[in-house]
């Protein structure tokens, strides 16, 4: 994996030049210097972030038999009937 660093100037003036650098490894975009952001190829991407989880994962994560969920109820004037006269 090659990691490439190249400023913000140089990213906005060959966007082309970064893509290709991102196929073999992120691409760090300076802005003044310092690290602002990373170009990573989708699929890295995918892997760093790991697989999509769902609602049921979130609920069923150790710790959340702490969270208090009470929604407030909805009661009567919150659907009106439209006036289409």
Do not use: C, H
């Not at 400023?7 to 210097?33: H, I, L, W, Y």
């Not at 150790?62 to 009567?76: K, L, Q």
């Amino acid at each position: 994996m090659t990691v490439t660093t190249i400023s913000s100037r140089e990213f906005n003036q060959d966007v082309s030049r970064a893509k290709r650098a991102a196929e073999a490894g992120p691409v760090f975009v300076t802005d003044r210097g310092r690290p602002a952001y990373v170009l990573l190829q989708y699929e890295a991407y995918q892997r760093l972030a790991g697989p999509p989880k769902s609602l049921l994962d979130a609920v069923a994560m150790p710790g959340s038999d702490d969270i208090v969920f009470d929604p407030p109820r909805m009661g009567a004037g919150v659907f009106q009937v439209p006036d289409l006269t």
